[in-house]
């Protein structure tokens, strides 16, 4: 039975209980509760377990079922996205958008991808970005960013989007292949915790693009990530097929949905 949301965040040895119940749709939460940067909410039940999680920042994150509740927490939170398990994110949506602006784009069906064994090597350059990077990755960031979401970073808060650049790549959550001054492929983690590290913004540069050189990059990405983790993950735009078959063809496979609200 489901009790009370509480109003203030739960023990951080609850919160990773929870998330441990599903390491991988719940990285995001984990790590930033690990990190102590989580603003949660929670329902719990007769015996104080949370049976669903709210994250309210920047983006609003549910988990869990009976995420309606959350909803009045996703409309003071303002977020700029709501993202998550598709069905906790029907059931926080429908409880808040009549309350809240309309999303700006909507993105339901969502693939994650997970990988839990080693492809065979990609035999790329590929290899944690540095700060003398960070000039380089800045506009390809900014370009995977733009592809990905609609939005240009650099014109909504440019210095920003280099702090967090920067960020990424001092947090060692920044990899890159370069050639030539060209990024042949680069990407980041999201979230990563003792379960699974997600993965994000995985990009070519255009004029590289057609080689192969994203297959190959993942390639020898997820094998330095699975000496270190069990799982390799990240979710997907569904229409987006091209980066799906470079997931498939390197041994990932589909499991839940996501469903993301772009305000």
Partial sequence: MIGVVLAVDPPLDDVLAFCAEAPVERVFLEDIARRGLGRFSALVDEGRRITALCHVGANVVPSGRGCAAFAPAAVRGAARMIIGEQQAVDELWAASERVMPAPRDDRPGQP?????EPPAPGDTGLRQATLADLDLLVPACAAA???????????RDADGF?????????????????EDGVIRFKAEASAWTPSAVQLQQV????????????????????????ARVPVV??????????????????????????RSLIF
């Fill in 112 to 116: 994650v991808y997970e990988l839990e």
């Fill in 145 to 155: 960013h733009r592809e990905e979401i609609g939005i240009d970073p650099l014109r």
């Fill in 162 to 178: 280099r702090w967090r650049t920067r960020m990424q790549i001092e947090d060692g959550r920044s990899w890159l292949w370069l």
């Fill in 203 to 226: 990009w070519v540069d255009p004029q590289s693009r057609s080689r192969h050189d994203a297959q190959r990059g993942m390639r020898d990405l997820c094998r330095l990530l699975l």
């Fill in 233 to 258: 993950c990240l979710f997907v735009r569904p229409e987006n097929v091209v980066a799906m078959r470079v997931y498939e063809a390197i041994g990932m496979r589909r499991t839940i949905t996501y």
